[in-house]
């Protein structure tokens, strides 16, 4: 019965997967349905049930994020579990005033997570605003000058982009600070191979 409700989810029905977690008692998944719903009073509702969890706890937060409240710090790792997924969440369903607010409380996130700069510019490249993940990339690396994962994201938007020398240049860092990072390995001889057929 989880199973198929999780298939629903997936596929966006979110409807169909909602009366599903609500027959087996499962508030924090019912929240999230609802929520994508855009039914904020009942995905509250459902969250406040179990408000002690890590997710329906990051739900009550989030419910204040969309609405460009800041006043209660998640933790951690709630943020590291979550902060990527919902931006996600929010593109993918075209939730974009939800998901421009969410990331204007990025300042705020950076206290619990100083990570979220990069959590938040994996998403925007993942749904392909690129430009916008460049900028989070760049954030992202003020704070962690040699975390070699943000040089690589930062390397594919510029790619993507078609900044090649940039992409190139940014490469080359991510492979000075790891040198045998295989997926920046792989990147590398990508780009190479696109400024040679130039």
Not at 116 to 143: D, E, H, M, P, W
Not at 164 to 176: F, P
Request: aromatic letters at 16%; charged letters at 25%.
């Amino acid at each position: 019965m989880i199973t198929k409700a999780k298939e629903y989810f997936y596929k966006k029905d979110y409807k169909s997967a909602l009366n599903i977690f609500k027959q087996n008692n499962l508030s924090y998944e019912s929240g999230l349905c609802y929520l994508l719903l855009k039914d904020e009073k009942n995905a509250r509702k459902f969250w406040q049930k179990d408000k002690n969890s890590l997710g329906s706890n990051w739900g009550l937060i989030v419910l204040d994020l969309i609405n460009l409240r800041t006043q209660k710090l998640p933790s951690f790792f709630q943020t590291r579990a979550f902060l990527e997924v919902y931006l996600n969440l929010f593109l993918e369903n075209e939730l974009i005033e939800w998901s421009q607010n969410f990331v204007s409380c990025c300042e705020f996130l950076v206290q619990a997570n100083p990570e979220s700069y990069k959590f938040i510019a994996r998403a925007l490249f993942a749904n392909g605003y690129f430009s916008l993940a460049i900028t989070f990339c760049k954030k992202s690396l003020q704070v962690f000058y040699s975390d070699p994962e943000a040089f690589l994201i930062l390397s594919q938007c510029q790619f993507l982009i078609n900044d090649l020398k940039e992409s190139l240049d940014s490469i080359n860092k991510t492979l000075d600070i790891a040198p045998d990072y295989y997926p920046a390995m792989v990147f590398r001889k990508v780009i190479v191979d696109r400024i040679e057929k130039k």
